[in-house]
């Protein structure tokens, strides 16, 4: 039988929209801030990466990364948040949201500051010191996740908790175009102060000394906003949920937050185990209950991240690729190093500034007015479209005069998957499983996502390269094109499995998980 659900969560699902609820938006959120911009900063580098190390003056156009590094460096980072996903996303169960969440952050900061200060006599070994610190860096990102999600979404309110999380996640919006502007402000700083002759007029003065301290600085910048956060989230106190329910301590969390809204709410013990019932932690993940309540929500929310991923990391992480092949970007032999690193960085911020950030809250306006499964639908379904008018008239696109329009269209592709699937796929997990495997569940679609990014980090890589004429050290691949089309179709599919997520707009989050509900009840 269900019980009377506890004072201190009705009073959290009934809470008006108060100061308590701003500072856990900024606190998780610049968590997410930080992630973007150490995750998607990297492409920004690369290019410059490559002129660095893999340099050879007798060749007509400057060095890039071999296939094999450029994978490593790109996708790396995206491994190594996958491990953090699952690992955290259990740990957060296990010992409690706030008892790991500090950890994370340090983690990413130290490993944000050590990716810059990558060290080596040869390209190898600081390759291969990079890639170290950004596994590392991954893994602590990873981390953010489950823990951010799980803790906005047992925070607030259920009338708006939709757009709390979403708000969390916005901050990845502005993280990326902090970390283009970070990169545009470097650039142009060392382009002024240290300039150089285009690589075709003079291949060895076109890369300046100096342009080493660009990447390591750009790398590391990052960690200022996350570092000034560390005291506050120390500060925040345990998620009310997590108390009451896994750690079964109902008058500590009417403790705790009463302090945070500033009024009194009383709880007993005694009241959690009439409200809760007996028989309601008994089961786990690997359960026979968890599969028919829960798992075709599992299949839902891993399914439609994964194929979210496969195109949001492939767009992100190599739209400087793409620009540099519609024109949009000069030839990389016409520009010394520098000027490269300001020219792609003010290309990202753009469509970051147009396309990314806008989609970011226009899902915060409307997630709690027309509903997750509305939204990632309608954001799938227009991805697809805009990928398909990306891909079939894609020779229009790369003739003269045509650039501006492919950008503006592929501006759109942004504005959908974060007005849709990229922005819903992380607040549903966060809100339809049980308490006790909120961050667990959280952190495997998570990690789903990721095996996604990492398909598309490396395998866009090779599929985009043209079939005649591929870059050095590439084999041919299907092209620009085929590989827009593949897109298309993941998202496709994405469309398809939204068919299988449950909305939760308004509903507690007790109610949405049948928390204190025994089978019968559950299937009913």
């Given at each position: 039988m269900a019980g009377k659900q506890l004072n201190v969560l009705t009073t959290l699902d009934q809470a008006k929209t108060q100061w308590y609820h701003f500072m856990a938006i900024v606190i998780a959120g610049m968590g997410f801030f930080t992630d973007a911009y150490d995750l998607f900063c990297i492409s920004l580098v690369s290019k410059l990466l490559g002129r660095i190390y893999y340099t050879d003056t007798?060749?007509?156009?400057?060095?890039?990364?071999?296939?094999?590094?450029?994978?490593?460096?790109?996708?790396?980072?995206?491994?190594g948040t996958l491990a953090g996903q699952l690992f955290f996303g259990w740990l957060g169960d296990k010992l409690g949201r706030k008892s790991v969440y500090g950890f994370t952050l340090i983690l990413m900061v130290?490993?944000?500051?050590?990716?810059?200060?990558?060290?080596?006599?040869?390209?190898?070994?600081?390759?291969?010191?990079?890639?170290?610190?950004?596994?590392?860096?991954?893994?602590?990102?990873?981390?953010?996740?489950?823990?951010?999600?799980?803790i906005m979404s047992e925070y607030a309110n259920k009338r708006t908790r939709g757009a709390f999380i979403a708000a969390v996640f916005a901050m990845q919006g502005f993280g990326i175009l902090f970390g283009a502007i970070v990169a545009l402000v470097v650039s142009a700083a060392f382009r002024n102060s240290f300039p150089a002759p285009a690589y075709q007029a003079n291949p060895a003065a076109s890369l300046v000394p100096e342009a080493d301290y660009v990447w390591r600085i750009i790398l590391m910048f990052g960690t200022?906003?996350?570092?000034?956060?560390?005291?506050?989230?120390?500060?925040?106190?345990?998620?009310?949920?997590?108390?009451?329910?896994?750690?079964?301590?109902?008058k500590q969390a009417a403790a705790d937050m009463s302090k945070v809204l500033n009024s009194e709410i009383i709880e007993?013990?005694?009241?959690?185990?009439?409200?809760?019932?007996?028989?309601?932690n008994e089961w786990g993940l690997f359960s026979a209950q968890f599969v028919r309540r829960h798992g075709m929500h599992l299949v839902a929310t891993t399914t439609t991240w994964f194929l979210l991923d496969i195109a949001f990391y492939s767009q992100n992480l190599f739209q400087k690729d793409i620009f540099s092949k519609v024109g949009w970007i000069p030839p990389a032999k016409t520009m010394n190093a520098v000027e490269e690193v300001f020219r792609i960085a003010r290309a990202q911020a753009l469509i970051a500034l147009c396309g990314t950030i806008p989609g970011y809250w226009f899902t915060v306006a409307f997630i709690d007015v027309i509903g997750r499964f509305a939204i990632q639908i309608m954001g799938f379904f227009m991805m697809t479209v805009f990928m398909l008018g990306l891909a079939v008239p894609y020779h229009h696109w790369t003739t003269a005069g045509h650039h501006t329009g492919?950008?503006?269209?592929?501006?759109?592709?942004?504005?959908?998957?974060?007005?849709?699937?990229?922005?819903?796929?992380?607040?549903?997990?966060?809100?339809?499983?049980p308490a006790r495997l909120r961050s667990t569940c959280h952190g495997i679609s998570a990690a789903a996502g990721k095996a996604g990014a990492i398909i598309g980090a490396f395998g866009f890589l090779y599929?985009?390269?043209?079939?005649?004429?591929?870059?050095?050290?590439?084999?041919?691949?299907?092209?620009?094109?085929?590989?827009?089309?593949?897109?298309?179709?993941?998202?496709?599919?994405?469309?398809?499995?939204?068919?299988?997520?449950?909305?939760?707009?308004?509903?507690?989050?007790?109610?949405?998980?049948?928390?204190?509900?025994?089978?019968?009840?559950?299937?009913?």
């Amino acid at each position: 039988m269900a019980g009377k659900q506890l004072n201190v969560l009705t009073t959290l699902d009934q809470a008006k929209t108060q100061w308590y609820h701003f500072m856990a938006i900024v606190i998780a959120g610049m968590g997410f801030f930080t992630d973007a911009y150490d995750l998607f900063c990297i492409s920004l580098v690369s290019k410059l990466l490559g002129r660095i190390y893999y340099t050879d003056t007798s060749s007509p156009n400057p060095g890039t990364l071999p296939p094999n590094v450029s994978a490593a460096v790109n996708g790396v980072a995206l491994c190594g948040t996958l491990a953090g996903q699952l690992f955290f996303g259990w740990l957060g169960d296990k010992l409690g949201r706030k008892s790991v969440y500090g950890f994370t952050l340090i983690l990413m900061v130290l490993c944000s500051v050590a990716s810059g200060l990558s060290f080596g006599h040869t390209p190898k070994g600081v390759i291969s010191t990079l890639c170290f610190f950004r596994f590392w860096l991954g893994f602590g990102i990873g981390g953010d996740y489950p823990l951010s999600a799980t803790i906005m979404s047992e925070y607030a309110n259920k009338r708006t908790r939709g757009a709390f999380i979403a708000a969390v996640f916005a901050m990845q919006g502005f993280g990326i175009l902090f970390g283009a502007i970070v990169a545009l402000v470097v650039s142009a700083a060392f382009r002024n102060s240290f300039p150089a002759p285009a690589y075709q007029a003079n291949p060895a003065a076109s890369l300046v000394p100096e342009a080493d301290y660009v990447w390591r600085i750009i790398l590391m910048f990052g960690t200022i906003p996350a570092a000034l956060t560390y005291y506050w989230r120390m500060k925040m106190p345990e998620t009310a949920r997590y108390t009451a329910l896994i750690a079964k301590n109902a008058k500590q969390a009417a403790a705790d937050m009463s302090k945070v809204l500033n009024s009194e709410i009383i709880e007993d013990n005694a009241e959690r185990e009439a409200a809760v019932g007996p028989s309601s932690n008994e089961w786990g993940l690997f359960s026979a209950q968890f599969v028919r309540r829960h798992g075709m929500h599992l299949v839902a929310t891993t399914t439609t991240w994964f194929l979210l991923d496969i195109a949001f990391y492939s767009q992100n992480l190599f739209q400087k690729d793409i620009f540099s092949k519609v024109g949009w970007i000069p030839p990389a032999k016409t520009m010394n190093a520098v000027e490269e690193v300001f020219r792609i960085a003010r290309a990202q911020a753009l469509i970051a500034l147009c396309g990314t950030i806008p989609g970011y809250w226009f899902t915060v306006a409307f997630i709690d007015v027309i509903g997750r499964f509305a939204i990632q639908i309608m954001g799938f379904f227009m991805m697809t479209v805009f990928m398909l008018g990306l891909a079939v008239p894609y020779h229009h696109w790369t003739t003269a005069g045509h650039h501006t329009g492919f950008v503006v269209m592929y501006g759109f592709t942004f504005f959908f998957a974060n007005f849709g699937p990229n922005s819903t796929t992380f607040i549903v997990p966060a809100e339809i499983f049980p308490a006790r495997l909120r961050s667990t569940c959280h952190g495997i679609s998570a990690a789903a996502g990721k095996a996604g990014a990492i398909i598309g980090a490396f395998g866009f890589l090779y599929a985009a390269q043209d079939p005649h004429k591929p870059e050095a050290g590439y084999s041919p691949g299907i092209g620009i094109r085929n590989a827009l089309f593949v897109l298309a179709g993941t998202n496709f599919l994405g469309t398809v499995m939204t068919l299988l997520v449950p909305e939760s707009k308004g509903i507690s989050l007790e109610e949405i998980s049948k928390e204190a509900v025994d089978d019968e009840e559950a299937a009913a």
